[in-house]
């Protein structure tokens, strides 16, 4: 569909508009528009270098008017808010807006900037390699007090924090110079540290100086701990402009204003507005004019000229970003309270004042790791050499960063944005979490080991293919000034990615992998049952070893080894996987990391249960999801037995929309809850993409709907996926068989592709639980389509989506979501198939509406209902060809109900225990609740 590609590009070029104008996200709509007309406005090279428009009317259009403005410029139109005031003084004729639009009639358009909510862009955190070895305990001692891991008293010495507010809103930093312990004399900095202390944490005081005028005060180690983890949670990279956010109120006569200013460090005071103007007029005056004080201000302040900046606006915007500029290079940012600089110049100054090298000698580490990995090629001191000709000149900046224990981090990263955008594709893929549980549960299947490992400094392990080179700074010490070529795969550049992946790729076949063709980012290989990797001749010799009852296709002896891949971690199954392990490290020279039994990937625990069953379940993730709300809220979710109420309707709730705040704790809590339906919670599918279905808007009502849901998450913590991979007992299913040669779908058949690898392994049957709830959206009338598919006794996949059309029947949407089931189950198979899985001939699709299995199943029945011709078809063709089965099965006993409706506890128990929460032989689950773990 050559609409859906242009779509794509049409989001992309807008995402690059809002991104380049720095416009809002609420003007999507408007950049979306700016897009489509300059596109069709384009000559293109299919329409024999004619514009759309041009192909479409026959009339060459003018294109002049694309070079007036640009989308989101601050321009002037006539004053329409005051039109025809004449009063003393008059207001000024033209008021300044923002253009977002070509007019295809008579002028432009444009949006009032009063209109348009304020956004703050953020940029996102970097994450290095370091970030998944780095663990953050916390640890409790007898008493209840908490104590910070890794911190002793005397290293909080010399670093910085931030109060609590004042009553009058203002916040001050902190910074500790000592400390002391109960019926001792204090110790200050300089003085020697004779005996150490008793390990009682309520019995030590720091000492702290408060503010610029120095005043001392004494913390308690309960209250410094808060304050570090505070610090902990909020003094990321992702740093705010200063900005004013109040002023005094109820002045008096005689009275000076006052402004409250928010500094980068984090700390609020109030400034007199003549002490502030000398250094901001332009950002001063901005805010005068938005709260309406100019002339109040200039009355008490005579010498202030708020009016004269207010009017020349262009001149003011352009002042205000420039000081906004200044105020982000000159402002100290703090990480854990320690000061973090943002380039060379500034690590050197604050080693000097902290008497100490540590910031340059995180520099030099990474610097040295640059030339272990030969990443750049030196031509000499640029006075000397030359660079190679076609080569671009970028720029390096190094990132800093300061870890929870104190540690300096360095990162070198090159300007990519500064290359030229390249002609290829840069593209590089990942295994997905479908693909990885099924490299895990065939492993399983197999009497395969499990294991992860993940590649250090991965990208440098590349070459570039880029043509770029940069001018070295002084973080380079005796090279400075020197011509550095870059030839490794540098983080920031566009191709660094995939220049890993094939990397990679050529490491894994050389071993004697191949990819799987269905999930390029699974790796293969073919194994004797003595676990040696099979030749080619052995491969040609071989023959077909045994059958398994319903497998047609002959299986051979052996069975195949898999690695995954997502970027640098890896997971391997394996009978052998240090001998995979030894390859990576000594034959690649691969530096690998937590290199063991799998245990943590993704963001999921794994370990085994007391019965050796493999399980997985995402614990430490609904962990940090529980401390992220005490965070946000001030408590702990109030612990619930079902995430939503049985049979709510959120889309009918009417009570007030949240602000723009709440909107977006509202939207980060619902992001959480995503990843964890993704990592396995599948009891929770059906309430996370109802509320999700409000995160551009949301309600006070829905916010609630979110904590109650999380309180089940906190309560339920257990659930738990088990690798179960013994063949399902389906001696309980009606299965039902039909003559279909004497209808139309006579003679059909599953086409096979030719290049299926050799099956070998145990067999695995395809099992599919699918429903439908019609009505599940009040408002638009879409049902929702569920479906839950398992391999043996495992789920290994799991759908929710609301269905595109609207039924008005519970046959139709159960038509609609049997087709769907079985869209999937063949995608499932032929992915198993490529990774050369012996699969039972007919996969098994179970519903609980029994009129529409007895149409899909019996080739007598006849249609009714026209509009679900296409579905109805699809179904029974896939029936007649008797590779699939569609059984019968009450609703109460339907798992995929749990994925369908708004379940009460009560009634999805019995269901929802042998699927999450029962360790062993589920024959033996009771139908009650149980607290069993």
Known sequence: ????????????????????????????YSAFEYVTFIMNRTAKERLNWRTPVEALNGQTPDISMLLHFTFWEPVFIANYRDKGKKNFPSTSDEIIVRFIGFAEDVGHSYTDVLNILPYDPKPKDDVDDEGIEEIVQTRVNENGLRKTAMFEPHELVGRSFLMPHNPDGTRERATVIGYEQEESPAIDVMEQFQKDLERRPERIKFKAKVGVEGLERYVE?????????????????????????????????????????????????????????????????????????????????????????????????????????????NTPIYMFGVKVPRNHEQAVKFDEENGNRL????????????????????????????????????RLHLVYACKHDGRRKARIVAGGHLTDPPLESVYSGVVSLRGLRMVIFLSEL????????????????????????????????????????????????????????????DVLREMGFFPCVAEPDIWMRAMNADSTVMSMEDLKKEQPAYTYEGVSRPIFDGYYEYVASYVDDLTIGSRDPDSILDYLQVRAKFKLKGSCEINYLLGCDYWRDDDGVLCSAPKQYLEKMEVEYERLFGEKPRKSRAPMDPNAHPELDQSDFLDDEQTKIYQSLIGSAQWAVSLGRI???????????????????????????????????????????????????????????????????????????????????????????????????????????????????????????????TFGSENVAARTAIEQMKDLKFTLLYLGVPIVDR???????????????????????????????????????????????????????????????????????????WQGDTNNCPKKWTDQK
């Not at 304050?227 to 109040?246: A, C, L, P, S």
């Not at 090629?377 to 190679?388: A, L, V």
């Not at 899909?856 to 011709?869: D, E, S």
């Open 683 to 809: 009891d929770v599918c059906v309430h996370v993409m109802t509320l999700g279905s409000f995160r551009a808007k949301p309600r006070k009502g829905h916010m609630d709907a979110i904590k109650k849901f999380y309180g089940y998450l906190c309560r339920m913590k257990e659930a738990t996926i088990r690798y179960r991979t013994d063949m399902p007992d389906l001696s309980d299913l009606d299965m039902q068989e039909y003559d279909w040669s004497r209808t139309v779908y006579a003679g059909s058949t599953e086409q096979y592709p030719e290049n299926l690898p050799i099956a070998r392994g145990n067999p695995v049957q395809q099992l599919s639980y699918v429903d439908a709830n019609l009505y599940h959206d009040m408002l638009s009338g879409k049902a929702v389509t569920a479906i839950l598919h398992m391999l043996n006794q495992t789920p290994i996949d799991w759908y929710l989506k609301k269905q595109n059309t609207v039924e008005t029947a």
């Open 221 to 329: 180690w309960n209250d410094m701990c808060e304050f570090v983890e505070e610090q902990i949670q909020h003094e990321d990279q992702t740093w705010n402009f200063r900005k004013i956010i109040g002023h005094r109120r109820d002045l008096g006569p005689r009275d000076k204003p006052e402004i409250q200013i928010e500094w980068e460090s984090g700390e609020i005071t109030f400034e007199p507005i003549t002490e502030f103007y000398k250094d901001e007029p332009w950002l001063l005056a901005e805010y005068a004019q938005e709260k309406g004080l100019i002339d109040d201000w200039e009355r008490r302040c005579p010498r202030l000229k708020l009016s004269r900046h207010a009017r020349n606006a262009k001149k003011m915007m352009r002042v205000i970003n420039q000081a906004k500029r200044q105020s982000y290079q």
């Open 843 to 917: 996969s098994i699709m179970v519903g609980d509406n029994k009129t529409v299995v007895d149409c899909a199943t019996q080739p007598h029945y006849k249609l009714v209902k026209r509009h679900l011709m296409l579905s109805y078809h699809y179904v029974r063709e896939a029936m007649a060809t008797g590779n699939y089965g569609y059984v019968w099965l009450n609703g109460k006993d339907n798992p995929a109900d749990i994925l369908s409706k708004h379940w009460a506890y009560g009634t999805v128990w019995k269901l929802l225990q042998p699927l999450l929460f």
């Open 359 to 394: 910031w340059q000698e995180a520099e030099a580490k990474e610097i040295g790791q640059m030339f272990e990995y030969n990443v750049f090629e030196d031509r000499g001191h640029r006075n000397t050499g030359q660079p190679p000709e076609g080569y671009k000149q970028i």
């Open 1 to 28: 569909n050559f609409a859906e590609r242009m779509i794509q590009e049409l989001k992309k070029f807008s995402n690059w508009i809002l991104n380049w104008s720095d416009a809002p996200p609420e003007a999507w």
């Open 446 to 505: 197999n009497k395969l080991k499990v294991y992860q490992t993940d590649i250090g400094n991965a990208f440098l392990e590349a070459r570039t293919t880029e043509k770029v080179y940069v001018i070295a700074g002084g973080e380079f010490g005796s090279y400075k000034d020197h011509i550095f070529v870059i030839v490794g795969s540098l983080y920031g550049l566009k191709t660094s990615s995939k220049r890993f992946h094939e990397v990679l790729n």
